[in-house]
């Protein structure tokens, strides 16, 4: 099984159109993201992410079994909770995308949104390392997550393996790995997609297989619908030909590939 941990919709997109790009790129699974970087999605405006997430529910609707809806919110705005909680039970999303800008993972505005994912069962999708406004990075560093150990039993991902604080994303990994803890019993998990420029990648996913191990790292082709299947597929080639550079065993790959997302989304059961 191949699953896309990390899609975003740009609000254009049609779960026609979603489900034949899945086909043509191989993909048997997707997290999509509602938008919340196109012209008419921000993440400062409540009502537009309201909409972002009605969008991406429409989306998914009757193709839960491929497309998994992952929906946005602001916890530094008001009703933020509420809007979670309205995006699952109105919408039937079954993911959060957290970005912090303006706002830091351990503020009291996000416990209140943890605790919210944590009630509905979510696995949580946080964008880690520089973010593309030039500006959010600050708030992004991933020691900052470990706030997340506060709500136990929520299982969450940072994208990007933290790029450029690499190094601290796997040492925040590391903490459950150094008590034992089971694989898919681990609240962080790493996704792969871009992060890192060509000349740092080989060496960051060396050190993030060899102490964190293929069971924290899954694929992710950070695209934007609508696309064809072409560039996630050239996102998953670039991510196994680094792979097989290492020489990553074909157990491995596949865990990578699906089973690491597969078992984040459906709560600690890989397939």
Known sequence: M????????????????VLRTLDD???????LLAPFLSDDYKLDDAASLREANAHLGRV???????????????????????????AVETHHLRGLKLVPTGWYPYDE???????????????????SG?????????YCRPAFFEAVRDHSGLRVTLAHLGWPWTDEAIAVGLIDRINGVPSD??????????????????EGLDRAIQVLGAELLQFGSDSFLPCDGASIRAARDEVAVLLDRLEVCATDQARIFGGTAAAWIDGGKAT
């Open 130 to 138: 520089i973010f593309i406004d030039g500006r959010s990075g600050r």
């Open 109 to 127: 505005c996000a416990h209140r949104v943890y605790d919210a994912a944590a009630e509905l069962g979510l696995p949580v999708l946080f964008h």
């Open 25 to 31: 790129a191989g993909v048997d699974r997707a997290c």
């Open 2 to 17: 191949i699953v896309d941990a990390h899609l975003h919709c740009s609000g254009k997109e049609t779960q026609r159109d």
């Open 60 to 86: 998914v609707c009757g193709a839960e079994d491929r497309l998994i809806g992952f929906a946005v919110v602001n916890p530094s705005i008001e009703g933020a909770y509420d809007d979670l909680h309205q």
């Open 185 to 202: 019993a681990c609240q962080f998990r790493f996704d792969l997609s871009f992060g890192a420029p060509p000349p740092y990648r080989l």
